[in-house]
């Protein structure tokens, strides 16, 4: 076993799978691969078979950023939410309410998103809209003055400005934390570098909030630096995060930039443990990145259990070729999640077959989640949502490679970070008293 594997194989547990996928501290930027619409994806969208769900039914709208700059990631989320209604509708539809997803490509354009937004509230009354646009901020106002609950929020920080936000994980004000504390409790290091994409600003704005979070759990910063996409190396920075004496290394750029930084490092001599920001499904081949660390929102999407057997089910019977796609991974869960959320929402509202599923009662059902809800497994935690408090979690589950496979690590038990105040970002001050939030317990406040 190598020393990169070593530091991490002491506290993970291995289940052989297939690859995954992940955002960077909020913000997912696989801007090389990102600009392709969505192709080689089977769908058969909202099947309604004969004798299933026939009463009113649930129209939803999913607005996706599924081309542009971070489409790569995005583009898993559509077919899966597609593969998810069709899945319902086959096995009784929303408490008997078939469900209809009408998914708009924003094309990670404001102005195109604000219209996609405006026509689903006044010309297709949606109940709910999925939210996995990464312009969202753009139309939030015009969803929540309609009372339109938003299910998902990308990249933004609307979990934690938005009542009318409805996370099936951590709330994203804790985007960096998942990454510090997987550091803090899964390896021995303490010292990290950081390269950051330059094509955002935003990316540079998270590396600092990086700085402040890995003090929290124990973490320096010792390096960073902003990198190019289209640099021809990396080299120079390999060297001072060297000489800066890291141990750890987190690339906030594309999947495929962290590849070529990793094997241009080692060649430099300086091997250290990477922290996968946005995870591709090669890396577990790529010998850099055994023992690689990566935190995940919602259960690794290569698990296979209870929690996923629908989630494989549906896709293997409506989106058949999706997992071929070389981004399909922990967007696709996410996507899924959303679902199930709303799902268990209009489930515990139980709206007659006559009534029609408003946004009222979609919200209805939310507040009043059943105890203990984690959507069946696939959410760290308890999900619990209190009309006019936001909400406030910290949990994350944490995937690694070992042998040359990836692996869900910590035990399979998600870790969880120290909660701030709700309603504010992440670098705001701990609650009082400072305490580690534990999953499935009620949020101080």
């Not at 291995?14 to 960077?24: D, E």
């Not at 989320?77 to 069709?86: G, I, R, V």
């Not at 096995?91 to 708009?104: C, E, F, R, Y």
């Not at 141990?247 to 094997?263: F, M, R």
Request: net charge negative; hydrophobic share 40%; charged share 15%.
């Amino acid at each position: 076993m190598t020393r990169r594997a070593a530091e991490f194989a002491h506290r993970t547990d291995i289940t052989r799978k297939r690859g995954a996928h992940h955002r960077w501290m909020g913000v997912a930027v696989a801007l090389a691969m990102a600009s392709a619409p969505l192709v080689g994806i089977d769908l058969v969208a909202n099947a309604v078979p004969a004798g299933a769900a026939t009463a009113t039914p649930v129209v939803v709208a999913d607005i996706c950023s599924c081309t542009g700059p971070q489409g790569a990631q995005a583009q898993q989320t559509t077919p899966t939410l597609q593969a998810w209604a069709s899945w319902e509708n086959a096995h009784g539809g929303l408490n008997g309410h078939p469900v209809k997803v009408i998914a708009t490509d924003d094309t990670t354009n404001p102005t195109v998103s604000v219209t996609a937004v405006q026509k689903a509230i006044n010309s297709e009354h949606v109940a709910a809209i999925f939210d996995n646009s990464n312009v969202d901020t753009a139309w939030v106002k015009i969803a929540t003055s309609a009372n339109v609950p938003i299910i998902g929020a990308a990249d933004s920080n609307l979990s934690y400005n938005s009542l009318d936000t409805f996370s099936p994980g951590p709330t994203l004000n804790y985007g960096d934390t998942g990454q510090q504390i997987g550091i803090a409790r899964l390896t021995n290091l303490r010292k990290e570098a950081i390269f950051y994409c330059v094509e955002a600003a935003v990316c540079q704005s998270e590396t600092a909030l990086d700085g402040i979070v890995g003090k929290r759990y124990g973490v320096k910063v010792v390096y960073t630096s902003g990198i190019s996409f289209s640099a021809p190396s990396y080299d120079a920075q390999c060297i001072a995060a060297k000489q800066a004496g890291a141990d750890v290394l987190e690339i906030g750029d594309a999947s495929v930039v962290a590849e070529k930084a990793a094997t241009e490092c080692a060649a430099q001599g300086w091997s250290p443990i990477e922290v996968a920001a946005a995870v591709s499904s090669n890396m577990n081949t790529d010998p850099q990145f055994e023992g690689m660390l990566a935190s995940q929102q919602e259960i690794p999407y290569f698990v296979h259990n209870a929690a996923t057997k629908d989630f494989w089910s549906a896709l293997d019977k409506y989106a058949p070729t999706l997992h071929l796609s070389p981004n399909f991974g922990e967007q696709s869960i996410i996507g899924w999640a959303e679902g199930v959320l709303l799902q268990d929402a209009v489930k515990s509202a139980a709206p007659s077959s006559g009534t029609a599923v408003t946004p009222a009662v979609v919200k209805k059902g939310l507040y009043h989640l059943p105890a203990g809800d984690n959507l069946g497994g696939i959410a760290p935690q308890a999900i619990h949502f209190t009309k006019g408090v936001y909400a406030n979690r910290s949990c994350w589950f944490y995937i690694s490679v070992k042998n040359s496979q990836f692996i869900w690590g910590a035990n399979k038990k998600p870790l969880c970070g120290y909660l701030a105040k709700p309603g504010s970002n992440e670098g705001s001050l701990f609650l009082s008293p400072k305490k580690e939030y534990e999953p499935g317990e009620t949020p101080s406040k």
